[in-house]
């Protein structure tokens, strides 16, 4: 296991978090662990994944709502996520293949400088913004 995901594992066990599932990625040339969540917003439990790997990249993933994209929202939904990409800056959202609305967070991190107190500072940034937003970005979908 690389020394990041071991880094957070540590620090899970530490502080008796039990809300990760961790995974590692079998025959991954880049030593990928994925911890698997959920964040609560507006009642709703939003699937989320922290992903480490031997890159300085770490990412957050947060799938804030399946299959939103249909082709009667998507000029609505599209001009609703690029405006909200130019506000904030640590938060991209985009659609994947499968049209579901997705939010990423990637934060600049080595082994040598891996904080597991950043990466829950910045999931507490994510359910801070969604609590605010959730209802806006439904809107668009819906």
């Known amino acids: 296991m690389i020394k990041k995901a071991e880094e957070f594992k540590f620090y899970l066990d530490k502080n008796n978090i039990t809300a990760f599932q961790m995974e590692e990625v079998e025959n ?9 969540t959920h964040v609560t917003v507006k009642g709703q439990q939003l699937p989320s ?3 480490l790997d031997n890159s300085i990249f770490d990412m957050i993933r947060v799938q804030i709502s399946p299959q939103a994209l249909t082709p009667d929202n998507e000029p609505a939904l599209a001009k609703m996520l690029s405006s909200e990409n130019t506000k904030y800056k640590p938060f991209k959202f985009y ?16 082994d040598t400088a891996f904080s597991a107190e ?23 979908i819906w």
């Open 118 to 140: 950043e990466v829950f500072l910045m999931y507490n940034l994510i359910i801070n913004y969604l609590n605010e937003s959730y209802r806006t970005i439904m809107k668009a």
């Open 28 to 36: 991954d040339a880049n030593g990928t662990v994925v911890f698997r």
């Open 49 to 51: 994944a922290l992903i």
């Open 95 to 110: 659609c994947n293949e499968n049209g579901d609305l997705m939010l990423d967070v990637c934060m600049v991190n080595r």
